[in-house]
Nanobody
Framework: QVQLVESGGGLVQAGGSLRLSCAAS????????MGWFRQVPGKEREPVAA????????YYVDSVKGRFTISRDNAKNTVDLQMNSLKPEDTAAYYC?????????????????WGQGTQVTVSS
């Protein structure tokens, strides 16, 4: 019912910026929170940022607060993650996902329909 495609990853030096985009299609995108997650080989996938359906409520993991900004455009079915002041520890595969419960952010276990991911590599 929903398909997600991430883009915008790449190589960047520490202190640089990237903007990730997630294009969504399908009926279930409507009235659902969206999130960005990241994963390093050998570690569990972790939530990075999330945004409610209305855009009025956001979540950021402590390590990215003040550096990353999540936004969405429901008319275009897109969710973006602006990443500034990137650090080597931000290196990971980044994925977007949609809440399977509803418009509120909820918890990580309530997300699904993962995209294929886009790689972000930050050099020191």
């Amino acid at each position: 019912q929903v398909q997600l495609v991430e883009s915008g990853g790449g190589l960047v030096q520490a202190g640089g910026s990237l903007r990730l985009s997630c294009a969504a299609s399908g009926r279930t995108f409507s009235n659902r929170a969206m999130g960005w997650f990241r994963q390093v080989p050998g570690k569990e996938r972790e939530p990075v940022a999330a945004i409610s359906w209305s855009g009025s409520n956001t979540y950021y993991v402590d390590s990215v607060k003040g550096r990353f900004t999540i936004s969405r455009d429901n008319a275009k079915n897109t969710v973006d993650l602006q990443m500034n002041s990137l650090k080597p520890e931000d290196t990971a595969a980044y994925y977007c996902a949609v809440s399977i419960r509803g418009p509120a952010i909820g918890t990580m276990t309530q997300y699904g329909y993962w995209g294929q991911g886009t790689q972000v590599t930050v050099s020191s």
